[in-house]
């Protein structure tokens, strides 16, 4: 239940020194959740040539998220040094464009579309747990955080462009993480070499988005050749047209909606499952309940998409594992206008600052704030809290477009994972949160696997 002191949130202004900036830079998500312990729920404070603004109470989120979305645009570093590999595509537009771009994707995410896509995710996920026989048998060890990286690009590969990616899925994927620590780098620096210098660096990030945008252009060919699958996204969007101008996607937005949806459609899941996993290996309690529940509804038949109602616990624990470790931990925007939130100004061109991971762990919304505890997520608890105490996706109409498939394709997976196999991790192993474009594990997830 929210207390007197979330429902009545006050500013505060904090002075950041320059001197903190590398502190920052080094651990945002310990500064992030310090600020909101230490001066609550609506902070400012000046950061460098910036006026920014944390919210971590849920109805400023609402407001700037929902209430008064228009207001705010993604005209933020943060979405300005993604664009560097999507371009314009959904994740990083605005305005009349992005809204646009939505009406005519949508429909490929209708959740009957998301449904039948079912038992695909499935056949890509059994080829991997056959993979893992011998490495279970002989004790040795995965990086689960890599074969999460891998499986959920086959997937979205072929979701998305009926390509079977089981060979080069493993090298994409590399490439793809390659261009998002570039990004993380840029965006922590001030002054960067322009990508036309031929640094380290600059060189892997170029060679991961050529390898990334010849595929798409072949995929693009191909469909528009007669030779692509007419049930995968492809399909949809190159048959897609706006229904203001009868116009249709140029190649160019083609490739940026493409691009977003691999880069944005495999790397969160693959981050979800991989901390699910984790956490699970932590809680031996949590994990026989689940266990226990996935051989009662499913008796040793192969999980289909009619089964996910039927396994609330499978829900529960993704939702809790989203909670703590979310893909998406800050949300940013800026205020094209000036506003007042809940009476408090916020001036034009001020940025905001807000993080899912910090409100999700918030010690007066959730019971067992720091604690794996998928108790959270009883129906009857969910409806004590405010709708964006949880947020994981984003929300109001810049709601992830893929929420859905992603709890599809995670409560697939951990459904089958389960029925097969229980992961540990490896003893010793440091697990430390790295927040780059998503949460990732700084030294990977090295976790023995044992058949059940």
């Known amino acids: 239940m929210i207390d007197t002191a979330v429902s009545t949130p006050t500013l505060k202004a904090v002075n950041i020194s320059p001197l903190r900036i590398p502190e920052i830079q080094r651990d945002p998500l310990a500064f992030l959740q310090r600020n909101a312990a230490e001066h609550g729920d609506f902070i400012h404070y000046p950061l460098g040539l910036w006026e920014v603004y944390q919210l ?39 305005g009349r464009f992005w809204r646009r771009q939505r009406r005519m994707i949508q429909p490929a995410f209708h959740r009957q579309k998301v449904l039948g896509w079912g038992q695909m995710m499935m056949a890509i996920t059994q080829k991997m747990l056959q993979k893992w026989k011998p490495v279970a048998r002989s004790g040795q060890t995965l990086d689960i955080d890599e074969e999460m990286m891998t499986v959920t690009l086959e997937i979205i590969g072929q979701a998305l462009l009926g390509i079977n990616l089981e060979e080069d899925a493993a090298k994409l994927a590399q490439a793809v993480l390659t261009m998002l620590d570039y990004v993380v780098y840029r965006s922590q620096r001030p002054v960067v070499l322009p990508l036309a210098i031929p640094t380290p660096r600059n060189r892997r990030f170029r060679a991961g988005l050529q390898k990334l945008d010849m595929l798409i252009d072949q995929a693009i060919t191909n469909h528009q050749q007669g030779h692509g699958n007419p049930d995968d996204i492809l399909s949809h969007l190159l048959a897609a047209t706006d229904r203001e101008t009868n116009e249709k996607m140029s190649n160019a937005e083609l490739r940026d909606e493409i691009i977003t949806l691999i880069v944005a459609g495999h790397e969160t899941a693959a981050s979800g499952l991989t901390w699910l996993f984790y956490l699970l290996s932590q809680n031996p309690i949590v994990e026989e309940e689940l266990v226990a529940e996935i051989d009662e509804v499913l008796n040793d038949r192969l999980p289909t998409t009619d089964d996910l109602p039927n396994l609330p616990t499978v829900r529960r624990v993704i939702d809790e594992a989203l909670r703590l470790y979310p893909p998406a931990w800050v949300i940013t925007r800026r205020a094209i206008e000036a506003d007042r939130v809940l009476g408090a100004p916020i001036p034009a061109n001020a940025i905001i600052i807000m993080s899912p991971y910090t409100t999700h762990r918030h010690p007066a919304l959730w019971e067992k704030p720091k604690e794996f505890y998928p108790d959270h997520f009883l129906p009857e608890v969910e409806k004590t809290r405010p709708r964006y105490a949880y947020f994981p996706f984003g929300g109001g109409q810049r709601l992830c477009i893929g929420d859905s498939f992603a709890k599809v394709e995670m409560g697939l997976m951990v459904t089958a994972v389960y029925q097969k196999y229980r992961l540990q991790l490896l003893s010793n192993h440091p697990v430390v949160p790295d927040p780059l474009v998503t949460i990732r594990p700084k030294h990977g997830m090295m976790m023995t696997i044992e058949r059940r």
């Open 56 to 94: 971590n109470h849920p109805d400023l989120i609402e407001h700037v998220l929902v209430t008064n979305q228009r207001n705010y645009s993604k005209n933020t570093v943060q979405y300005n040094t993604l664009a560097k590999i999507t371009g314009r595509g959904l994740l990083t537009s605005d």
